[in-house]
């Protein structure tokens, strides 16, 4: 019985020091219920978490973030839509369009991202697309031009009657920040309530409410985001929230507890990471070459997620042309964009910015390495 015990003891001791050796995130991430689940920072694309993010699996309605960006992009939101047949009777989620009912592009938006509506997808793929057909076309064109290379969209609504209608949970998260770019996008995506003009006949107006219970009342961070069930795919969705400057993308796939995930991932990222900052005003007074000082412009700040250990890792280099003799008697050649900027995180680039050449402006830098150097001026946020 003292051999069994020990035996025991000793399993548990390996145990724990196999545990030792887990990355924290890991061990932080245990409870998700999603098959799939991705977490990642909205403007560097960086990936927090991810849990068999690129297996391709049905993902149910939030195939209508697609159908969202490409309405708005449009240009037609100020259209007036007549409503079709093929529309009105397609099934699941709907916001009772009615047959020969004419109504703003823009409020089928909201009706498709609030409430899901079936009806709305078709609705917006007809006349956007010409044909629901035409429409799938310009969702494939663009999931191509964002780099979903694991995606085929058969719908613009997400429903089970397709096989070749698939993404994952990566590509899903490359779809959001590319449509959360998007301004109008970001306000349609995170709106609790929205008053649309009541059917033909009907006095008041159809009040949506958001299905993101996330943004309605479970997390206080949330800024958007779309939901997504199909008995096939079961629960999808894709959020968004924001704290202290960071800005952050979750998505999971088959998820049956997916508002806890989403919570859990939000409250892991924020925990962990910050956004480390060199603003470009810094970037450009550290350059002290006689021909550029005072004249680069960096078109924006350097940034990236990065965890408290791996600030120290943080390195900026500045990579500029070698002025040419004739370029002081004729500034005119001076091309527009004369180097970059670049941030690297122990040896690997992780954001760039173009250095701007203007010739009528003058200043004077302070002293430092031309062409390459290293400083530790980084600013973070969160």
């Known amino acids: 019985m003292n051999k069994q015990k020990r035996l025991i003891a000793l399993i548990l001791a390996l145990a724990a020091g196999i545990m030792a050796f887990v990355p924290e995130r890991m061990r932080a991430m245990d409870g998700v219920s999603a098959k799939s689940a991705i977490l990642i920072e909205q403007h560097s694309g960086r990936v927090l978490f991810a849990k068999d993010a690129y297996t391709k699996r049905r993902i149910a309605s939030i195939t209508k973030i ?10 037609k939101m100020d259209d007036t839509v007549t409503v079709s047949a093929r529309a009105v009777r397609t099934e699941g989620s709907s916001i009772y369009l009615r047959q ?21 997808a078709v609705a917006i793929a007809e006349h956007v697309g010409g044909s629901v ?7 494939n064109q663009k999931a191509a031009e964002i780099g979903m290379r694991d995606t085929e969209f058969a719908n613009p609504h997400g429903l089970d009657d397709a096989e070749n209608h698939y993404s994952t949970a990566y590509d899903m998260a490359l779809l959001m920040q590319y449509a959360m770019k998007n301004k109008e996008f970001r306000r349609i995506s995170g709106t609790k309530v929205y008053r649309a003009p009541a059917p033909p006949g009907e006095d008041g107006a159809r009040v949506w409410r958001n299905k993101n219970k996330l943004l309605t009342s479970l997390y206080e961070y949330c800024t958007g985001g779309k939901t997504g069930y199909t008995k096939r795919a079961h629960r999808t969705l894709v959020t968004t929230a924001s704290k202290g400057g960071v800005d952050l993308i979750a998505v999971t796939l ?4 997916d508002w806890n ?8 990222g924020f925990s962990h990471y910050h956004i480390a900052k060199v ?3 810094r970037v450009v007074d550290k350059i002290s070459d006689p021909f550029y000082r005072g004249r ?6 350097l940034r990236y997620p ?25 500034p005119e050649r001076v091309p527009t964009e004369v180097g970059k900027a670049v941030l690297y995180l122990h040896q690997k680039a992780v954001d760039s910015v173009p250095l701007l050449y203007e010739p009528g402006k003058e200043g004077s830098g302070r002293g430092f390495l031309w062409q390459a150097f290293r400083f530790l001026g980084v600013r973070s946020d969160g």
Do not use: C
């Open 133 to 139: 057909e035409g429409f799938v076309f310009l969702m």
């Open 279 to 281: 603003s470009s005003e």
């Open 296 to 301: 680069l412009q960096a078109v924006r700040d």
């Open 100 to 120: 020969g009912e004419k109504i703003k592009l823009r409020d089928l938006v909201y009706g498709l991202m609030l409430r899901s509506g079936n009806d709305a």
């Open 254 to 257: 088959d998820a049956p507890d």
């Open 306 to 330: 990065v965890t408290d250990k791996e600030e120290s890792g943080l390195q900026v280099k500045v990579y500029l042309l070698k002025p040419r003799k004739e370029w002081k008697k004729y």
């Open 261 to 268: 995930d989403h919570i859990a991932m939000y409250e892991y």
């Open 66 to 75: 697609m159908t969202a960006i490409l309405a708005i992009e449009s240009g």
